[in-house]
Nanobody, 122 residues
């Protein structure tokens, strides 16, 4: 019913910048909180940043001052601007959203994207 598609990942050197996007589509009434998570090989999936429907943001300590989360509600799109990237930022980045969907009424459900790989070389 709802698809989240991430894009923008890639391979780059430490110190570089990258912007990830996540586009939501489907039977969307509105999108509540949206989040970016990341998962490095052999590690747990960690919350990176959150933005509420009102635009309030929160960041994990390990990305504060380097990453910026934003959203374009008109386009149902989430962004993650990453700068001063470090090799330890290497991971698959996932978007996650709480979405009000229209399906036999309106209900709130959680959705995940398929992930986009970010690799930072030293």
């Amino acid at each position: 019913q709802v698809q989240l598609v991430e894009s923008g990942g890639g391979l780059l050197q430490a110190g570089g910048s990258l912007r990830l996007s996540c586009v939501a589509s489907g039977n969307i009434v509105s999108i509540n909180a949206i989040r970016w998570f990341r998962q490095a090989p052999g590690k747990q999936r960690d919350l990176v940043a959150t933005i509420t429907s009102g635009g309030t943001t929160n960041y994990a300590e390990f990305v504060k001052g380097r990453f910026t989360i934003s959203r374009d509600n008109a386009k149902n799109t989430l962004y993650l601007q990453m700068s001063s990237l470090k090799p330890e930022d290497t991971a698959v980045y996932y978007c996650n959203a709480d979405v009000y969907v229209s399906s036999r009424g309106i209900r709130l459900s959680e959705y995940w994207g398929q992930g986009t790989q970010v690799t930072v070389s030293s």
